[in-house]
């Protein structure tokens, strides 16, 4: 079988998980016994995050048998060149309250390079999906899709800028090039967490960053923004999802929204 009837193939099979889980993450947004605690991070986890990893886990165990598992919640197992990237729900803090921006984000990477990667946000009754060389694509299934992309605007005074929060930016010591950055754009908005993204991808945002991430939090969304036709980098500029944060953009405007926030080279002395 080719690399690319393969890679349809994952797809297909990361729209059946989707729907299994958008069931149950559906059946608990809004559960008056909706269990949150506190990771050490101090970040939120429910019993919903858990069940939705272990569910997929369950499941890629059985069709999926010799594949490797990245996730939030449960951290990695096995060890194959083909790694499945789980966050079973992005957004939990939006989850927890009561607001339906968040996702189960699902990817596959095969010898470091994402090569697909599915959004679901049943709460928002959207989804979006991409696999190499396949373009990306949003819509109710894959019958019933629409071929999405970047936009084409080339000037960041025209441009517009998604991201999640100031927080991460005052963090890092760069608040005041993320706040210049921000007044360079035409419009800047926080739609935040994979909304940002997908926002990109589908050119109705033509930017997004942030300066923390993990790489469940950016795989699948690399896949549907570079299929799309846009860049995804580190804010250092390395293609993919292997740094600490991300840059996301068309491609037009780029290399000028990391020259302005100029971000540390971790591995420069």
């Not at 269990?35 to 101090?42: A, F, G």
């Not at 999640?164 to 090039?177: I, K, P, V």
């Not at 699948?220 to 740094?243: H, K, Q």
Request: proline content about 3%.
């Amino acid at each position: 079988m080719s690399d690319t009837r393969r890679y349809i193939e994952d797809l297909r099979l990361a729209h059946v998980l989707a729907d299994q889980v958008d069931a149950l993450t559906m059946d608990r947004f809004g559960a008056q016994d909706l269990q949150v605690e506190s990771k050490p991070d101090l970040t939120p986890v429910t019993d919903a995050d858990r069940a939705a990893e272990d569910l997929i886990r369950s499941q890629l165990s059985h069709v999926r048998s010799r594949d490797a598992v990245v996730g939030e919640e449960r951290g990695s197992s096995g060890h194959s060149a083909r790694r499945w990237i789980i966050d079973p729900i992005d957004g939990t803090k939006n989850f927890v309250r009561g607001v339906p921006v968040w996702a189960t984000l699902i990817a596959l990477v095969e010898d470091d390079r994402v090569v697909m990667g599915l959004a679901s946000a049943p709460a928002l009754k959207r989804r979006w999906w991409a696999a190499a060389d396949q373009g990306a694509w949003t819509g109710t299934s894959l019958m019933r899709a629409k071929k999405i992309s970047v936009s084409k605007v080339d000037s960041i005074e025209d441009a517009s800028l998604s991201y999640s929060s100031l927080d991460g930016w005052l963090h890092h010591d760069r608040g005041g090039q993320f706040l210049q950055l921000q007044s360079s754009f035409w419009r800047t908005r926080a739609y935040g967490d994979f909304w940002s993204y997908m926002l990109v991808a589908e050119g109705a945002v033509d930017a997004a960053c942030e300066p923390e991430l993990n790489v469940w939090d950016m795989a699948a969304c690399c896949a549907i923004v570079t299929e799309a036709g846009g860049s995804f980098t580190s804010l250092t500029g390395e293609d993919g999802p292997w740094g600490d944060n991300a840059c996301a953009s068309n491609g037009l405007i780029h290399k000028e929204i990391l020259t302005q926030l100029d971000w540390p080279d971790s591995t420069s002395d």
